[in-house]
């Protein structure tokens, strides 16, 4: 596969709306989690298509597969951090689950482009 760009790429596209969609939500997380819950979920949506720019910009495939398993690791990190903040009452079930599709959506993608690049 060859890109010019990693914003070419649906997976990153995808994996940026869930930052947009990561931090809107965490908004209404109580002030005090400001340095615990809502800093950690914002860090690891951002560790999601960031690691898929970095990978795609190695130089080898082995690399860019290793990248896309971190990114991969970081949502799940995001997907448990959201069912946290549900379980807390910190978020609303209706956006607890548009934001776990939206993950799951990127987890598909993150699994395709590892599927493809590994044949």
């Known amino acids: 596969m060859k890109l010019k760009n990693y914003q070419e790429l649906i997976v990153w596209q995808k994996s940026m709306d869930l930052v947009e969609e990561v931090y809107k939500?965490?908004?209404?997380?109580?002030?005090?989690?400001?340095?615990?819950?809502?800093?950690?979920?914002?860090?690891?949506?951002?560790?999601?298509?960031?690691?898929?720019?970095?990978?795609?910009?190695?130089?080898?495939?082995?690399?860019?597969?290793?990248?896309?398993?971190?990114?991969?690791?970081?949502?799940?990190?995001?997907?448990?951090?959201?069912?946290?903040?549900?379980?807390?009452?910190?978020?609303?079930k209706v956006k607890a689950d548009d934001v776990m599709s939206l993950a799951g959506e990127v987890g598909r993608l993150l699994n395709g482009l590892m599927a493809s690049l590994s044949t």
């Open 25 to 92: 939500s965490s908004r209404s997380f109580p002030r005090e989690e400001m340095y615990a819950l809502t800093s950690q979920i914002g860090r690891a949506a951002v560790s999601i298509p960031s690691n898929i720019a970095e990978g795609q910009g190695r130089r080898t495939t082995a690399d860019f597969l290793h990248f896309l398993s971190i990114s991969y690791g970081s949502l799940r990190e995001v997907e448990t951090q959201i069912l946290i903040a549900h379980r807390l009452s910190y978020l609303a």
